[in-house]
């Protein structure tokens, strides 16, 4: 089967890209607004970019439906600050429970029962629950498309990061202990147990 996206719908181009780009990575996003309204949610079109500077980028699209922007990319326009919680097993049906489009004024911390942890360089604050925190400031914003579908790129430099050390041996981050979630297509996730080794060949 062959596609041309240009000429499928929004949905149509959805499923395919969340079916093809797989696992993916969740960024639980945690932002306040100017007055301090907080937002919590997560965002699975999320990836490194670079290790120094520290570059992510995670991917908010418009609600579909009505075009509006999400509380979490509302909230970076307006403070340039945004913190990232890494997912582990035991946080993912909280993170679940943030994850319907309530209104601008509920705070998810509060209907997830999650704890905020107070950041060392911005103002929102951190997951508690969470075993990794970045401390990002926005670097850049690309806004693409202004139909149902549309979506932006948020790119932030994480300026203070925070791993705990039940998941840090010096040097690498233990896997094991942080068994972080991916995203699948639909409702479906996956655990990071299922693991071989490939050696890189050597120009040697
Ligand atoms: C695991 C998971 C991954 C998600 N990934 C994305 C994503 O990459 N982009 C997006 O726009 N929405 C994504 N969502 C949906 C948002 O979390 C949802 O629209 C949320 O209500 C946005 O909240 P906000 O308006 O407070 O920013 C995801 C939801 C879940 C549960």
Do not use: W
Not at 111 to 116: C, F, K
Not at 130 to 155: N, P, Q, Y
Not at 170 to 199: K, S
Request: contains cysteine.
């Amino acid at each position: 089967m062959d596609f041309n996206p240009s000429q499928l719908s929004a949905i149509e181009n959805y499923r395919l890209l969340i079916g093809t780009i797989v696992p993916r990575p969740i960024a639980f996003v945690s932002t306040v607004s100017q007055d301090g309204q907080r937002n919590l949610a997560a965002f699975s079109f999320f990836n490194g970019v670079c290790p120094k500077p520290f570059i992510v980028s995670f991917a908010p699209m418009r609600k579909m439906g009505n075009l509006e922007k999400k509380d979490t990319l509302l909230n970076i326009e307006e403070t340039g600050e945004f913190v990232i919680n890494i997912v582990s097993e035991s946080l993912v049906e909280k993170m679940n429970l943030t994850s319907p489009e309530y209104d601008f004024e509920v705070d998810e911390f509060e209907v997830a029962g999650l704890t905020p942890r107070p950041s060392q360089r911005v103002k929102p604050p951190g997951v508690a629950e969470s075993l990794v925190h970045m401390e990002c400031r926005k670097v850049d914003i690309l806004h693409f498309g202004d139909e149902e579908g549309a979506g932006s790129l948020v790119i932030g430099e994480v300026i203070f990061l925070h791993v705990d050390d039940s998941v840090y041996d010096g040097r690498h981050i233990l896997l094991e202990a942080l068994q972080p979630v991916a995203r699948l297509a639909g409702d479906a996730y996956a655990r990071t147990t299922d693991i071989f080794h490939l050696p890189r060949p050597s120009l040697k």
